[in-house]
């Protein structure tokens, strides 16, 4: 610490450590008021990129065509013969167990769906003989027939081979929550575009506030209806399989998978932790000090992101186990270091053994917290808020571990007394020692398999990808990857998409792409003035095709499926006539179910809306998006503005290119931004250059498997690289600054090696032990992007570790930043 930074701190902490326990306890208690507050967010939002005009594009969409993803899917295989009357009617006590669910609006399935199917049935009679399963006295081999045939509920209420039906339950529509996130977020644009006026800004504060309460008790809402929904299903499984489905439920699991991660494999880390720690230290202080402070951290950020209602998503779920890590690594390193002046100094009193320790370690790791922080800083980057919020709540959590660690523990080392001296040498730490010999004697073989590991390394790079599928986040004997399963198989596909395709204006012209006079070969053609004309029947049946066409989709449903079906009723093609009185012919009941989700004539816009399937070895989200367009303008003749793709399935990949984007093709500048520091707090650019090549690699090494092992970036693993670039920084300024010291002394550089191997490489080697001991664990989850995130963050911090304590010093050794080597040790043999 700098004289004056020290004297204040002498002057506070350490001549008052009681009082400085005391202020830390008041701390906790503060934020221990809020700590009830703290929740998980498991929203849909969480998974959309901020500002993403897609995203009002999708809003506008699903109010436009009264359709929402809102919804759950139950699949029914029965052991028996679906359509006897055994199996239908325990589907029918199964339906209706599961619409007294409290806030299960409604249902559709083969029990209410109408049937559509009698020789009795025309056109312009269809609302006299509309009938269904439950309601008319069908014969079960006639509705078979009848939903078998029908091109609407084939491979949506019941599957191609008609052995597997679904239950459609609709959730509750929540307009105010739209209502108010929509007004949420146009004053949040208009105060950054040109600011609020007084009245304005206090509106936003209502409406953020409220929003927040009415997103709370939604959430809520749907966790209760899934659990109370499954409760039924546990009911009826004796003699059916059955699965639960949905974007709902897919978006709930997920969070429930982290949310039973963080509590049983916390305790776990925990557990391993606190193992680690005895092994390593013999003692019981060294075990419970650092663990006062890992708890008084995590305590008093979580409290704090309570009072500032800032909930915690998928993403964000594991900062709790990183503060872990960055705040264990700081109470390690001091408690190494005042180990060490313990046993070199046995007379020295306690406040000179902690005076020293804080004196000498303040500085490094001030700039470590502070390198730590730069490298989340490249989540700032992202264009998705929680990817932000995750880079704000560690640069919070890691400024609030550093001052918990150099408060309480020097507050408290001050209170207790001496410990005993460590039993042992001080200088004997066989791994380290070992590692120091390897750097010394195989001096050009360090640099050349780092060489073609970077090589290598930069090939895996330029194998990474976003591409991912929502059934491989779980293993395949979890429920909902198999409930997925069925559901894309049997029922039509998991993750929605639609495609909406607007017609030109209506002016009366002749197409304007084509002049005769200037190109006498073209055929000018009318615009199509409605979906119910021929020609835009045609056309909407021609895209429908193409869709349906894709390996990577499964149902499509569009006004080519209604007019198809009415083709059906009306036992041949319609005429111009039945097609323009074809919205009329049917019901007002049956236009909400067969027509208003798929055209709107006030907006001239159709819409199809496909379901993909997560199953299919092929799905490729933007490469298909991108097919589906191109094909549609250049085979279809259809103008860019004409097709726009929407739902989920393109939020999230819009969501997945921006993490590929932002976030791997910025730590570039990150990179800068540490180099830059590293001059700072070495004052020397050599110093400076042969710092950052470890960190390069280290960050390059673990992007470089994921890469060659085809693991894709995802919400979760994209947070990999920022985590890498800390954890590297931190050992390389720890051993960087103590071999600094170690030279001071003597301007041997293979001596100040071996000395800093001796002492700052202990530190390095237990915390990184301990790190890597404890994250093994998360290989037990049954959430892939959890095992991804425990098993790439220990070998981070394995590379990390071997990178600081070879490579690091080896290119010191070359270097030779810190002025001529004025020792006599004989360099080992190059082997």
């Known amino acids: 610490m700098g004289n004056r930074l020290f004297h204040l701190y002498d002057r506070t902490v350490l001549s008052h450590p009681v009082l400085t326990l005391l202020l830390v306890l008041v701390a906790a208690v503060i934020a221990g008021l809020r700590l009830d507050q703290f929740q998980l967010d498991a929203s849909p939002d969480t998974l959309v990129m901020e500002g993403d005009e897609s995203f009002e594009y999708y809003q506008q969409t699903y109010e436009r065509f009264e359709t929402t993803d809102d919804f759950l899917v139950v699949s029914y295989q029965p052991e028996d013969e679906l359509f006897s009357d055994s199996v239908i009617n325990r589907l029918t006590e199964l339906r209706d167990d599961l619409i007294d669910v409290d806030g299960i609006d409604e249902s559709n399935s083969i029990l209410n769906v109408p049937l559509l199917h009698s020789p009795d049935i025309t056109l312009m009679t269809v609302s006299k003989h509309m009938k269904t399963l439950e309601g008319n006295d069908v014969p079960l081999d006639t509705a078979r027939k009848a939903l078998m045939e029908n091109p609407l509920y084939q491979n949506m209420l019941i599957s191609n081979d008609g052995t597997t039906t679904a239950i459609q339950l609709l959730l509750p529509s929540n307009e105010r929550y739209y ?18 006026s007084g009245a304005e800004e206090g509106e936003l504060a209502q409406v953020r506030a409220e929003y927040r309460e009415r997103k709370e008790a939604v959430s809520a809402q749907q966790d209760r209806i899934i659990r109370d929904v499954r409760g039924v299903l546990a009911n009826y499984g004796d003699q059916a399989r059955i699965h639960l489905g949905g974007v709902p439920m897919i978006v709930a699991d997920m969070m429930a998978f982290v949310e039973s991660d963080l509590v049983t494999f916390g305790l776990g880390v925990l557990a391993f932790i606190i193992l680690m720690l005895g092994i390593i230290f ?7 000090l650092p663990l006062a402070c890992c708890a008084l951290t995590v305590w008093i950020t979580l409290g704090f992101l309570g009072w500032v209602h800032w909930p915690v998503t998928v993403i964000s779920s594991n900062f709790v186990s990183l503060l872990l890590i960055i705040t264990m690594s700081l109470t390690i390193h001091l408690i190494v270091r005042h180990r060490e002046y313990q046993q070199l100094q046995p007379d020295a ?9 804080v004196s000498a370690m303040g500085r490094p790791c001030f700039y470590m917290v502070l390198t730590t922080v730069v490298a989340f800083g490249s989540l700032f980057f992202s264009d998705i808020r929680p990817v932000i919020d995750f880079g704000l709540m560690m640069t919070v959590g890691i400024l609030i571990g550093y001052a918990v660690v150099f408060l309480v523990l020097p507050a408290v ?3 207790m007394p001496r410990a005993a001296q460590p039993s042992g040498a ?3 730490t066989p791994i380290t020692e070992y590692l120091a010999r390897i750097t010394d004697n195989y001096r050009g073989t360090i640099v050349t398999v780092s060489a073609a590991l970077a090589v290598v390394c930069a090939v895996g790079v330029s194998w990474l990808s ?19 399963t069925v559901i894309d198989q049997k029922l039509g596909g998991t993750t929605p998409l639609d495609v909406i395709i607007s017609l030109e204006e209506d002016d009366g012209e002749l197409s304007k792409d084509c002049d005769p006079f200037v190109d006498p070969d073209c055929e000018p053609q009318e615009q199509i003035d409605s979906f119910f004309s021929t020609d835009g029947a045609q056309l909407v049946k021609n895209i429908h095709d193409y869709l349906d066409e894709q390996p990577q989709t499964g149902k499509v449903i569009s006004l080519a499926t209604t007019i198809r079906l009415a083709e059906r009723v009306n036992q041949g093609e319609l005429n111009p006539l039945q097609l323009g009185l074809m919205g009329r012919a049917f019901p007002e009941d049956l236009q ?12 001239r816009q159709a819409r199809f809306s496909i379901r993909l399937l997560e199953t299919s070895p092929k799905l490729d989200r933007d490469a298909l998006f991108e097919r589906i367009r191109a094909d549609l303008t250049r085979e279809m003749g259809l103008k860019d503005d004409q097709v726009n793709l929407t739902g989920m399935a393109v939020l999230y990949n819009n969501m997945l290119q921006s993490l590929f984007s932002s976030q791997i093709k910025t730590l570039g500048a990150v990179f800068v931004a540490i180099m830059a520091m590293f001059l700072v707090l070495f004052r020397s650019l050599r110093v400076a250059v042969v710092a950052i090549v470890p960190n390069l690699l280290a960050a390059g090494t673990v992007l470089g498997i994921m890469g060659l092992m085809g693991v894709p970036l995802d919400m979760m693993t994209i947070t990999i690289a920022a985590i890498t670039v800390g954890i590297a920084v931190d050992d390389t300024i720890h051993y960087i600054y103590r071999f600094r010291e170690e030279i001071r002394r003597d301007g041997d550089y293979q001596a100040a090696m071996h000395r800093s191997h001796q002492t700052i ?14 994250f093994s664990i998360l290989a037990l989850s049954n959430f892939i992007p959890t095992i991804y995130f425990g098993v790439f963050t220990a070998l981070a911090m394995a590379i990390a570790l071997l990178g600081a304590l070879t490579l690091l010093p080896r290119l010191i050794l070359m270097a030779k930043p810190f002025g001529p080597d004025r020792g006599t040790t004989t360099p080992g043999e190059d082997h």
Do not use: C
Request: net charge negative; glycine share 6%.
């Open 179 to 196: 209502e108010l996130r929509d007004r949420r977020d146009e004053l949040e644009q208009k105060q950054r575009e040109e600011g609020l």
């Open 282 to 288: 013999r003692q019981p202080r060294w075990v419970l």
């Open 349 to 357: 009193d306690r406040y000179q053994l902690v005076s020293e320790t």
């Open 413 to 415: 080392l001050m209170l």
């Open 426 to 428: 001080l200088h004997r």
């Open 466 to 484: 976003v591409e991912n599928r929502f059934i491989d986040y779980f293993k395949s004997d979890t429920e909902i990857h198999q409930g997925m």
């Open 592 to 603: 909400g179910l067969l027509l208003d989700p798929y055209v709107n004539e006030e907006t």
């Open 761 to 774: 490489g202990r530190a390095m080697l237990y915390t990184s032990l301990t790190i890597i001991v404890g």
